[in-house]
């Protein structure tokens, strides 16, 4: 497992983590073979969100009641969640208040002193970024929060955060397979007029702007064919995306989604790719796509065939 320490941070991190947004209808058992295999292929990194499961902070509850882990071993696991969305309204809420009274819910759910790492889970357009600033800093003032992060936002939005919080912004965790990869494929096609793949918004150039300023992608949904849209692995609707991947799996000695793992880790921006499966094999096979080495050749071929353009 390749690891490397989280920019800006004394976080030890592999470059696999462990998702758990499906875990609240596990049972003990399950949960725990799911993150023992995880451990054991030395994905020590899990992600959870305030929102995950059917309740408020059930994911996180039910990671905890079935893990109990001891002080050792809960030093020994990276604990990341995340804040800001209120699903009642819905609406999204980075206040002051909501930030402190999340993360107060997260410690108690997760039987924890601390979080080692907390998101900005979706931009709020109503955010006042001396409000998240002054959060911020109160939760690392009392050793609730080691660092610090966002998810799904764009440049523009971080730099706006920048401006004010005093702490790194360590990591933007963002939607992105060889299918879904449009950080990837727009600045691929810049400059081609007329071809959709080159739109580009305000997120226009996320991945190169993570890289000039230390901020660790974290890939999630690494296996979905679009935006919740299922899974490209083995479906009918991807045949030559499909026979690439079992070609090269058959080439390296790994299963095929250890070859859509890699195609992430591959890139030099040293991406961390968020599991959201609650299969055990399936987590033991995508790890082993931690330190492929997909050669350019291979890296590109993936990426036509998912069926993003090369000019």
């Not at 758990?20 to 020590?44: C, F, H, N, Q, Y």
């Not at 929102?51 to 509850?61: K, W």
């Not at 609707?237 to 880790?265: F, Q, S």
């Not at 094999?281 to 036509?304: C, N």
Request: glycine share 8%; net charge negative; aromatic share 6%.
């Amino acid at each position: 497992m390749k690891t490397f320490t989280l920019p800006g941070t004394d976080i030890a991190a592999p470059n696999v983590v462990l998702g758990l947004m499906r875990i609240a209808e596990k049972t003990d058992d399950e949960i725990r073979a799911l993150v023992r295999t995880a451990r054991d292929a030395g994905v020590d990194f899990v992600d959870h969100a305030d929102i995950y499961g059917r309740s408020l902070h059930e994911c996180e509850r039910r990671f905890a009641e079935a893990m109990r882990l001891t002080p050792a071993e809960r030093d020994a696991v990276t604990v990341q969640t995340k804040v800001g969305i209120v699903p009642g309204g819905p609406y999204f809420d980075f206040s002051y208040e909501h930030i402190l009274a999340s993360v107060e819910g997260s410690l108690r759910a997760l039987d924890t002193d601390r979080v080692d790492i907390l998101l900005l889970h979706r931009p709020d357009a109503l955010v006042e970024p001396e409000e998240v600033a002054r959060a911020f800093d109160d939760l690392e003032a009392a050793g609730k929060v080691r660092a610090f992060g966002v998810s799904n936002h764009t440049p523009r939005q971080i730099d706006l955060l920048r401006r004010y919080v005093r702490q790194h912004i360590a990591v933007n965790q963002l939607q992105l397979s060889v299918t879904h990869a449009p950080i990837v494929a727009q600045g691929v096609a810049a400059n081609m007029l007329g071809e959709p793949q080159a739109t580009v918004l305000d997120g226009g150039g996320v991945l190169d702007h993570a890289r000039l300023h230390d901020i660790t992608v974290q890939a999630w949904s690494p296996f979905q064919s679009g935006f919740f849209s299922g899974v490209f692995l083995g479906s009918p609707d991807h045949p030559e995306l499909n026979a690439v991947l079992d070609r090269l799996a058959e080439k390296y000695g790994v299963p095929p989604i250890a070859v859509a793992t890699a195609w992430i880790t591959r890139h030099p921006a040293r991406m961390q790719v968020v599991l959201g499966t609650t299969t055990p094999e399936r987590v033991a096979g995508a790890a082993l796509g931690s330190d492929l080495p997909l050669t350019r050749p291979e890296w590109y071929e993936l990426f036509r065939a998912a069926g993003h353009r090369v000019p």
